[in-house]
């Protein structure tokens, strides 16, 4: 559906040549939620912005439902971004224009007739569940209804692909989850392929089926998001699923060493495999970390051991026995 | 200066002029300065439009070297002292009015003295406006001439009401000088009376008329730009 190739994206200001994108290649199934994730000026929005070409790729292409933007006329170009709809953080609605207005202006750009406009711009209000809201301003409104207006007007032209920039970034966690809620419903009900930027790791959590994990203008990891967050092997990824970078921070004596045991579904999850690995091997490990999360749908674990260097081998070979489970050595320094 | 300013003699020329010349010096001056203002907007509107939608960054960037003669005439004409100016556009006003003096060959010059200052008021107007929400516009895909007449002008209708209500009463300002040229108006009214004739208690009563205009255009101005501004509400 979406197709990035080789892009690369350089900035040149003040003579100086920065490297925003290098080198990106991702591929995003039709009807997916691909989830492109990062630290601020990890380049994400960069990218997003490379999707429907408002940012010019230095190399590369941007392929769309088979079709190669950067080769695209103006025209041609701008008819293609009918199909690439967007919302923004700050969610970018005129605001001299009413809810309604604003739903229609999209249609209005692409010439439709009025009366259509309206009548599909009222439908449109009421499937973000906000059909009282056509005659408000968006001064009127809140942050969460703004983004909802923001959806229907993105809705307006039919689109096969919803960009979302940090769509929630400037939102409440309660708000956050409704919209998140409303994202799936239309990318199930209407088939919309959605990429979702963002810096908040919930948001990939809550609804991503695949991720691309960004750093220094650079993909460093992807895949499903059930496999990338519940184990990720990159270093900024491992930043992402454990803030804080924990592993860094926790102290023990310079000859214990530290396993970091990984359970996807829940049959793994409700194991008690440390007692169990007490009990039947007689190796004693300390909990020093675990936590379980819930994945599109999924439930996934991690739990961070020590234990002493000889007991390590065997360990991993008891860990690793069991389905669905799988144990790497964490091997950062410790302070 | 003052001592014959409230002698019975003066008092009732004052009155004589305020009734029989005053009225149609308002009229004149209301009209010149609404009509010059009318015209320099819609001179000067689009001109602004070109100075950021033409720039390099801009919806639909100019060769620089056009953007760089349109700043330059801009400027150009924004340097010339208006008294200077009157004068200097006879052969314009010739051209378009059929004569160079008197109240509607007034309008000449105010408008040309006036459309850059509006071009420069509209420029700062449209570079208020949020980029984000242009770049929204874009990727909805919104042609250069779209993004111009739905939503840069369109989102920046207060701020435009408020730039040409300061544009009116500065022309206002202006129009008093062109008593210089034969214009009518309260203006020249001030001049013939007042500078001429010494007959300082009609000159404070067309300056005092002139404040009342100034006031009045002012406030109506601001209450009209607040009322179409929807993000106050």
Same mark, same amino acid.
């Given at each position: 559906m979406i197709e990035i190739r080789n892009l690369s994206k350089?900035?040149?200001?003040?003579?100086?040549?920065?490297?925003? +994108?290098?080198?990106?290649?991702?591929?995003?199934?039709?009807?997916?939620?691909?989830? !492109? !994730? &990062?630290?601020?000026?990890?380049?994400?929005?960069?990218?997003?912005?490379?999707?429907?070409?408002?940012?010019?790729?230095?190399?590369?292409?941007?392929?769309?439902?088979?079709?190669?933007? &950067?080769?695209?006329?103006?025209?041609?170009?701008?008819?293609?971004?009918?199909?690439?709809?967007?919302?923004?953080?700050?969610?970018?609605?005129?605001?001299?224009?009413?809810?309604?207005?604003?739903?229609?202006?999209?249609?209005?750009?692409?010439?439709?007739?009025?009366?259509?406009?309206?009548?599909?711009?009222?439908? *449109?209000?009421?499937?973000?569940?906000?059909?009282?809201?056509?005659?408000?301003?968006?001064?009127?409104?809140? &942050?969460?209804?703004?983004?909802?207006?923001?959806?229907?007007?993105? *809705?307006?032209?039919?689109?096969?692909?919803?960009?979302?920039?940090?769509?929630?970034?400037?939102?409440?966690?309660?708000?956050?989850?409704?919209? +998140?809620?409303?994202?799936?419903?239309?990318?199930?009900? *209407?088939? !919309?392929?959605?990429?979702?930027?963002?810096?908040?790791?919930?948001?990939?959590?809550?609804?991503?089926?695949?991720?691309?994990? +960004?750093? &220094?203008?650079?993909?460093?990891?992807?895949?499903?998001?059930?496999?990338?967050?519940?184990?990720?092997?990159?270093?900024?990824?491992?930043?992402?699923?454990?803030?804080?970078?924990?592993?860094?921070?926790?102290?023990?004596?310079?000859?214990?060493?530290?396993?970091?045991?990984?359970?996807?579904?829940?049959?793994?999850?409700?194991?008690?495999?440390?007692?169990?690995?007490?009990?039947?091997?007689?190796?004693?490990?300390?909990?020093?970390?675990?936590?379980?999360?819930?994945?599109?749908?999924?439930?996934?674990?991690?739990?961070?051991?020590?234990?002493?260097?000889?007991?390590?081998?065997?360990?991993?070979?008891?860990?690793?026995?069991?389905?669905?489970?799988?144990?790497?050595?964490?091997?950062?320094?410790?302070? | 200066m003052f001592h014959n300013v409230f002698t019975q003699e003066q008092i009732e020329a004052a009155v004589l002029c305020l009734k029989t010349e005053i009225p149609f010096a308002i009229w004149e001056t209301v009209y010149i300065t609404v009509l010059a203002t009318l015209l320099a907007c819609v001179i000067g509107l689009p001109l602004g439009v070109l100075l950021v939608a033409g720039e390099k960054d801009g919806v639909r960037p100019l060769p620089a070297n056009v953007l760089h003669l349109l700043n330059g005439f801009i400027n150009l004409l924004r340097s010339v002292p208006f008294l200077i100016l009157m004068i200097m556009v006879f052969p314009l006003s010739r051209l378009l009015i059929g004569t160079a003096v008197g109240t509607k060959a007034t309008i000449v010059p105010l408008v040309v003295a006036a459309f850059p200052y509006v071009a420069r008021l509209v420029e700062g107007d449209l570079r208020e406006l949020d980029p984000n929400i242009i770049e929204a516009a874009q990727s909805m895909g919104a042609s250069p001439w779209q993004i111009v007449s739905k939503v840069m002008v369109p989102e920046c209708v207060p701020s435009l009401l408020n730039s040409f209500t300061i544009a009116l009463t500065t022309i206002l300002g202006y129009s008093a000088m062109s008593g210089i040229i034969g214009g009518g108006g309260l203006g020249k009214i001030a001049i013939n009376y007042g500078y001429y004739r010494y007959q300082y208690l009609i000159m404070y009563a067309a300056v005092i008329l002139l404040v009342i205009l100034v006031q009045i255009f002012q406030s109506a101005g601001t209450k009209m730009a607040a009322k179409a501004d929807k993000r106050l509400r």
């Open positions: 350089t900035f040149i200001s003040g003579g100086l040549a920065v490297d925003a +994108l290098h080198d990106v290649n991702i591929r995003i199934e039709k009807g997916s939620i691909f989830g !492109i !994730i &990062g630290q601020s000026g990890a380049g994400k929005s960069t990218l997003v912005r490379c999707i429907n070409m408002l940012e010019r790729p230095t190399s590369g292409d941007v392929y769309v439902d088979g079709q190669n933007l &950067g080769n695209l006329s103006a025209a041609g170009l701008r008819a293609a971004r009918r199909q690439i709809a967007m919302i923004f953080q700050q969610f970018n609605l005129l605001m001299q224009r009413d809810c309604l207005g604003n739903v229609c202006f999209p249609m209005e750009l692409a010439g439709l007739p009025k009366a259509r406009a309206v009548k599909k711009a009222k439908e *449109l209000l009421a499937l973000v569940d906000l059909p009282d809201k056509a005659e408000a301003y968006p001064a009127q409104l809140s &942050g969460g209804q703004k983004q909802r207006v923001a959806i229907a007007r993105a *809705l307006a032209t039919d689109p096969k692909v919803l960009l979302c920039d940090e769509a929630t970034s400037a939102l409440d966690p309660g708000t956050t989850l409704q919209i +998140l809620r409303l994202i799936r419903d239309i990318n199930e009900t *209407l088939g !919309i392929t959605v990429v979702v930027i963002t810096h908040q790791m919930s948001v990939v959590e809550e609804i991503c089926d695949s991720v691309a994990i +960004l750093d &220094g203008g650079r993909v460093v990891e992807q895949g499903p998001a059930s496999v990338v967050l519940a184990s990720p092997r990159s270093d900024a990824g491992k930043r992402l699923v454990f803030p804080g970078f924990t592993d860094r921070r926790v102290s023990l004596s310079d000859r214990d060493r530290r396993l970091r045991i990984i359970f996807r579904e829940s049959s793994a999850t409700s194991l008690p495999l440390v007692a169990t690995m007490a009990r039947e091997k007689g190796i004693i490990a300390t909990v020093l970390e675990a936590n379980t999360r819930r994945l599109s749908g999924d439930v996934y674990g991690t739990t961070l051991i020590g234990l002493q260097e000889a007991d390590l081998y065997e360990a991993a070979k008891f860990l690793t026995s069991f389905e669905n489970v799988s144990v790497e050595e964490v091997t950062d320094d410790v302070s | -």
